[in-house]
Every structure is written in structure tokens, then in C-alpha cells.
């Protein structure tokens, strides 16, 4: 099989595609497969532990991660239950160079699907449980920089926008 797949472009905030709440997915075929591939392929060229689909533009209910050499995927995922808190600082690939730290449930379990449409329980704790709740934000258009205070956020949206070289 061919492994020669477009390498997506990541969208880097303060693109609005970010802020937009993704659809649920609802066939489940061979392009979605091949979109799962792409996902994992533009994570890996970005160094990423996960990424979501409106990362790249795409406003579906999907998600990738990786983390300690296995590999997760998250279609229409959904939190079914939740346990503690972990605070630790928290980067994201649309926010190259950007890190704060963010408050988040300790233990995780969630609904998902499959490529197959298959429903999957999965439970995270720790690190991996952070990465499942950054991802599904990102689903609905929730961002990292939303958990901070207006100060810290706007203080990082200055940053950025110097990065950028203003508001073209
Ligand atoms: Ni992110």
C-alpha cells in the first residue's frame, strides 16, 4: 500500500476554523481511514501527543493520539465520566512555542467509535487522561488558552500576534 499521503497543514491559531464546533461523524469508510492516517502523520511531523480534525481544518469529530507507543483514535468521543484534578502545563501545535498551565479532571472515561463505528470505552488517568480532554475540546472549538485567566490569555495573544506580525 501506498504510504504517500498529503501531509495536512496545521492551523495555527488565531485561525477561526479553531474556534468551531465539529460535526459528528456518521459514515464510517475508507476516507475516513485515510484522514485517521493523515491526522497521525501531520501529529508525528509536529512533534505532537495528539490533534484534532479542526486542526486541519476539517470540522468532524475526530481526534488522534499518541502516547508511550500506543496509539488512540477518537470519533464523536464523549465523556462519560470523570474523577480528581491534575494541574501541569499544557502546549498545543496550533499555539507553536505557547505553554500554561491548565486544570483538568485526573481520570477520564469515555465513549467513542471505532473506524468501524464501533462503540469503545476507553479510560485515561494522568497525562494521557489531559491529552483525551485537550483533543475533545478541541472538537468543540474549546482552546487551552480558554481555561486562563483574561490577563494570562490576553498576555499570550499579544505574544502571538508580535509573532505574526499583526492583524493582516
Ligand atoms: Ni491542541
Not at 459514515?27 to 511531523?45: G, P
Request: glycine fraction near 6%.
Amino acid at each position: 500500500m501506498s504510504d504517500l499521503l498529503e501531509v495536512l497543514e496545521v492551523r495555527k491559531y488565531p485561525d477561526p476554523v479553531l474556534k468551531k464546533i465539529s460535526q459528528p461523524v456518521e459514515v464510517f469508510d475508507e476516507e475516513l481511514e485515510k484522514f485517521i492516517k493523515q491526522l497521525f502523520e501531520a501529529m508525528r511531523v509536529h512533534d505532537g501527543v495528539g490533534l484534532a480534525a479542526p486542526q486541519v481544518g476539517v470540522l468532524k469529530k475526530v481526534a488522534v493520539i499518541e502516547y508511550e507507543d500506543k496509539s488512540y483514535v477518537l470519533i464523536n468521543p464523549k465523556i462519560i465520566d470523570r474523577k480528581g484534578l491534575q494541574t501541569s502545563e499544557e502546549g498545543c501545535i496550533s499555539f507553536p512555542g505557547i505553554f500554561a498551565e491548565v486544570t483538568r479532571s485526573d481520570w477520564v472515561k469515555v465513549e467513542t467509535q471505532d473506524t468501524k463505528g464501533n462503540v469503545k470505552i476507553l479510560e485515561a488517568q494522568g497525562y494521557l487522561a489531559k491529552a483525551f480532554q485537550h483533543e475533545m475540546d478541541h472538537l468543540n472549538g474549546k482552546l487551552f488558552i480558554d481555561y486562563l485567566s483574561s490577563i494570562k490569555r490576553n498576555a499570550i495573544k499579544k505574544k502571538i500576534s508580535k509573532h505574526t506580525g499583526g492583524h493582516f
